[in-house]
């Protein structure tokens, strides 16, 4: 296929000029892609993306853009956002090209020494894996964006970035070119490339050092309503902690990127990370404190999954899914200590860090991972190495059922790195935990290569000097109920379930039980609808199905607005005659209703810890 070629502007044909300038001093180096990514008209979400690739002694040459971005495991289909490929001679003449794959171009050089490659990528998707480009600012991530020969990822990559008119700066985890060109980059090679989103814009920036280490807190939207300084004191609390964990920086320089877009996420990189929250979350503290732990999860990334991964994630395959049964390690260890860093940096309270994690949407309350862990059934159906290996097709594939089927590797790895901790201490009598696990897996694994599931196991035994093959099977590749009598005893803590019961007051009546359906419901368009319905309860018992309408019971109508109300009618054990549209069909179902469960799995300090149980708390949380 033959597309009509944008011919090079002589300003850009300069900077090629300076790149290949640049390029050639490296001897014995080879021929970097470059690129030059600019915005014409950001408002319409377009970058318009210019790359020169190497092609000398080819007859053709097949460009490739990723199917996904490390560290999200999901194919993006990021090829579906480009549009208005072309490709050319240096000299403007037109080159024939075709697509070969979903995701890849093969263009036929006509014996040119270079290829250049003109297309655009549409970026209107506000999410930590893709592009986002307006009037106001650009956030560009490199497997979107950066198409590179199939063959070439070894290759240098240079980008120069153009930045909208009014944009005051461009950042990036990249280094500066040598020479010093504005908004021009250097990568080593397509990883690194990949591996560092690009800003343009004009951010508020808060700077600072630590061990003579620079950090950019990069805070996008900002608007007058979050509280930059304080976000920076926080974050700079956080960096100073996690180094004293691991002892050291493995970076040079690094970038949070703080993108304040009314939505969530976090992505991490190997100097980088990209956080997506809502510029109001520092008026309130639980919505603070959440960004405070997703800070903390991505930063801790830098040293476990960007650098101590497991040995299937590298080298990279930007075309194929990649499976591994250690996202337990990486992501669940990691959500176990986001949350403990954040406390031993002193920016939360014990009570705050045992709560758990503040309301998500749809919640009314805090919750904390091993309640989390019990009120899922698909705890019971899919083991933690399962839904590890299984992300591809369900973890970020998630629909009503979801619960029923599946167990997070986030939520039920933090409590199985919590069981593992106090089981470390306890074997050792507090000489070690965890965190010498992590260490000397650093040590060891942090290199070219990785650590298998075995090692990693046989690490953790290394350091707690017992034989855990037991303790792993169990937690990782069964569905047993986990047992969290080691972190009560070793800590000092118990559940809301274990507390004595209280007596009733004299002459005060006791709150009747509440009925409980155990269907989530939603208001949409004025009708009240079941959105989940999870196992073992009336709901599912009775067949009730998300997307049906609840209309009322037996012969009464029900409200959207009156819902919850109407239920504090029922006591548990009436039974009622439920009536409901599906699909435009009036249907009734029996059903009887059940007691309320109790937050059995609220963790707290047990006041009657020993000196003994204080003085470990004390060690674990660092106070």
Partial sequence: MTRNPRRASPSTLSLWCLMTTIAATAAGAAEPVRYVARFPAPQTHYVEVEARIPAAGKAEVELMLPVWTPGSYLVREYAGKVEGFAARKPDGAALEWSKSRKNRWKVATGGAEEVVATYRVYGRTMAVQSNWIDSSFAMLQGAATFMTPADGLARPHEVVVEPAPGWARTITGLPDAPAGAPHHYVAADYD???????????????????????????NEGEAGIWDGPRSARDVEAIVRTQKGFWGHLPYDRYVFFNILGETGGGLEHKNSTVLMASRWATRTRPSYLSWLYLASHEFFHTWNVKRLRPVELGPFDYENEVHTPSLWVAEGITSYYDRLMVRRAGLCGVAEFLAGDPPTPGEDRTINDIERVQTTPGRLVQPLAESSQDTWIKFY????????????????????????????RKATDGAKSLDDVMRLAYGRYSGERGFTAEEFEQTAAEVAGVDLSDFFHRALRTTDELDYSEICEWFGLRFAKDKPEKKPEPGKEEKPPKAWLGATTKVEDGRLVVSQVKRDTPAFEAGLNVGDEILGFDEDRVPAGQWSKRLEAFRPGDKVSLLIARRDRFQRLDLTFAQEPARDWVLELNPDSTDAQKARRKAWLGE
Avoid: C, W
Avoid at 201 to 210: I, L, T
Avoid at 211 to 217: E, K, T
Avoid at 402 to 420: C, D, E, H, R
């Fill in 192 to 218: 690194t490339l990949v591996d560092s989103p690009i800003y343009a814009g004009s951010p508020a920036v808060y700077e600072f050092e630590v061990d003579g280490v620079p950090h950019l807190l990069v």
């Fill in 397 to 424: 594939r998630r629909d009503e059922n979801t619960p029923n089927v599946q167990i997070s590797y986030y939520v039920k790895g933090a409590v199985v790195a919590f069981m593992l901790d106090a089981r470390i």
